[in-house]
């Protein structure tokens, strides 16, 4: 009779941040504070979306986690499953441990990302944020976490912008 193991889950965070923000060693540490705080010193899963300054610094900070942290798992979450795509990212893509293409409702391709957003907020235990105005993208994944309740940190300041 074979001996099942639990399978160990860990947290869950996900991103949401403007394209257009700068890297800052102290927005850097802000996240990786932030990161330490949820996660209280275990390993996590992290879900990044890879576009832009916020994500960029996102993604340092993680990285910097799991390096403390080896069993936390870097996953990007791509909207787009088509070669063309994926192959533009090549060079980028090998800083994460794993590509999820998620399920989605079908839409038009113009959509995709911010399905792609609603999904990482429903499939996450909690959202680290970085929002400074009310309009965009990651306001609007933002927005959706808040709607569903999602416990979240807002790093850019302390608006409500629901």
């Avoid at 990044?48 to 996102?58: E, K, Q, S, V, W």
Wanted: net charge positive; charged share 30%.
């Amino acid at each position: 009779m074979r001996s099942r193991q639990k399978e160990r889950t860990f947290l869950i965070i996900t991103f949401c941040g403007h394209s257009r923000l700068e890297y800052g060693e102290d927005r850097r540490e802000q996240i990786l504070s932030a990161i330490k705080e949820a996660t209280k010193g275990e390993a996590a899963t992290f879900y990044l979306g890879g576009y832009g300054g916020f994500d960029g610094i996102a993604l340092e900070a993680c990285r910097e986690y799991k390096a403390a942290y080896p069993e936390s798992r870097l996953i990007f979450v791509t909207p787009y499953i088509d070669e063309t795509y994926l192959k533009n990212r090549e060079c980028s893509l090998c800083r994460y441990d794993e590509i999820l293409y998620p399920e989605m409702e079908r839409a038009p391709r113009r959509f995709l990302i911010s399905k792609r957003n609603e999904w990482m907020v429903r499939h996450a235990d909690y959202l680290i944020a970085f929002i400074l105005h009310g309009w965009g993208g990651a306001a609007q994944m933002f927005r959706y976490a808040q709607t569903h309740k999602k416990p979240y940190v807002n790093l850019g300041n302390d608006r409500d912008f629901g």
